[in-house]
């Protein structure tokens, strides 16, 4: 099996920053490509950022391009979301995804951690 731990929400002002981390432990052989979702309340989940699996190549949502950075750790199996310029409109429970090849084959799963909550005040 696969576990996913996040870290690092919590409440913060607006123009604040916060880093969250997703880590990954179980039965892995590799971690393909890793991401950041955001849900917030009423609304659909919605992709935040995403990095390759050499960590080669990053995108982001039109709403946190320039003020959020995805960086992965592939010694630690770890995925990271560094957010500056916070806004309130930033407020969401936050969820990474992550691609996973097991041991002995060359199918990919998708894993999602349990969710770290973010609240931006103004």
């Known amino acids: 099996q696969v576990q996913l731990v996040e870290s690092g929400g919590g409440l913060v002002q607006a123009g604040g920053s916060l880093r969250l981390s997703c880590v990954a432990s179980?039965?892995?052989?590799?971690?393909?490509?890793m991401g950041w979702y955001r849900q917030a309340p009423g609304k659909q989940r919605e992709w935040v950022a995403g990095?390759?699996?050499?960590?080669?190549?990053?995108n982001y949502a039109d709403s946190v391009k320039g003020r959020f950075t995805i960086s992965r750790d592939n010694a630690k199996n770890t995925v990271y979301l560094q957010m500056n310029s916070l806004e309130p409109e930033d407020t969401a429970v936050y969820y990474c995804?992550?691609?996973?090849?097991?041991?002995?084959?060359?199918?990919?799963?998708?894993?999602w951690g349990q969710g770290t909550q973010v609240t931006v005040s103004s």
């Open positions: 995804l992550v691609s996973i090849t097991r041991p002995g084959g060359s199918r990919m799963y998708d894993y």
């Open positions: 179980g039965t892995i052989f590799s971690i393909n490509g």
């Open positions: 990095i390759t699996g050499g960590g080669s190549s990053t």
